[in-house]
C-alpha cells in the first residue's frame, strides 16, 4: 500500500517531465505544442457545453417534477417480478443520463436501507458497472461531428442492462 501511495505522489510529474523532455530532444516546440492542444480543447468545451447543460438540465427536471417516481412506479411492478427491485429502477433510468444524479439516489437508498443491505450493494456494484449512455454520447459524437450512429446505441444499453443484470445477480449472491 505504502509504494501505491508513494507512486501516485510522483507519477503525475514524472509524467509532465517525461513528456516535456521527449519533446525537447524531439526538438519539438513544447510551449507551443501545449498552448495548440489548450486552445483545441477550450473549442471542444464551447462546442459540448451545450449538450451538457441540456442533459443535466433534463435530469433535474425528470426528479423535481415527479415523473422519474411515476415512470419507476408503474415499471417498478414488472422489474420486481424480473428480479430488479423497484428502488434500483430509478437508478438504473439517471444513470444513462448522469452519473452524478444516479449517485445522489444512491445515497439516498444508503440512508432509508443500508449500503451493506441487498438493496445498497445491487445499487453500488449496478453505478460501478454501467455507463451514462446518452451523456457519453452526446458529448464524444458532438465533439467529433459524428451524425450516423449506427449500433452503438443499442449496444450501449444492451451492455447497461447486463451490467444491471449481473449487478443484481451478484448482490443476491453476497
Known amino acids: ?13 514524472f ?8 519533446g525537447l530532444l524531439m526538438r519539438r516546440p513544447v510551449y507551443e505544442d501545449f ?16 449538450a451538457m447543460v441540456g442533459l443535466m438540465t433534463g435530469v433535474g427536471i425528470l426528479r423535481a417534477s415527479g415523473l422519474l417516481d411515476a415512470v419507476s412506479g408503474a415499471i417498478g411492478k414488472w422489474t420486481e417480478a424480473a428480479g430488479l427491485p423497484s428502488r434500483l429502477v430509478p437508478v438504473a433510468i439517471v444513470k444513462l443520463f448522469s452519473s452524478g444524479a444516479a449517485t445522489g439516489l444512491a445515497l439516498d437508498i444508503f440512508k432509508t436501507c443500508g449500503p451493506d443491505s441487498q438493496v445498497g450493494l445491487a445499487v453500488s456494484l ?22 450516423k450512429t449506427r449500433y452503438t446505441l443499442p449496444g450501449a444499453l444492451l451492455a ?8 443484481i445477480f451478484l448482490a443476491g449472491q453476497m
Open 15 to 22: 509524467t509532465i517531465l517525461y513528456i516535456v523532455l521527449l
Open 160 to 167: 447497461s442492462l447486463a451490467g444491471i443484470a449481473v449487478s
Open 35 to 50: 498552448m495548440d492542444g489548450a486552445k483545441e480543447g477550450a473549442k471542444t468545451v464551447f462546442g459540448v457545453f451545450p
Open 126 to 147: 449496478m453505478l460501478s458497472s454501467t455507463e451514462t449512455v446518452f451523456y457519453t454520447m452526446s458529448i464524444y459524437f458532438l465533439s467529433v461531428n459524428v451524425k
Open 1 to 13: 500500500m505504502a509504494f501505491i501511495l508513494w507512486l501516485s505522489d510522483y507519477l503525475v510529474p
